[in-house]
């Protein structure tokens, strides 16, 4: 059986196994369904698009 590897997730800030890259960005599974069932009027909302915007910064490499 192989180990999965334990990503950053960029929304939540934790070490999750499964999930989606968007660019530069790990995103979990958990938040990616929360971010989707999201409604704009919801407070979560400002949240998720914050932590979005993260999604340019380049990483270093050393």
Sequence with gaps: MEAKALKH???????K????????M?????????MIHT????EKYRYYVKKLKNVNQQQLFS
């Design 9 to 15: 997730c960029g929304i939540c800030e934790e070490e």
């Design 17 to 24: 196994g499964q999930g989606i890259h968007l660019y530069t």
């Design 26 to 34: 790990f995103i979990c599974r958990e938040c990616e369904y929360n």
């Design 39 to 42: 409604e704009p009027r919801e």
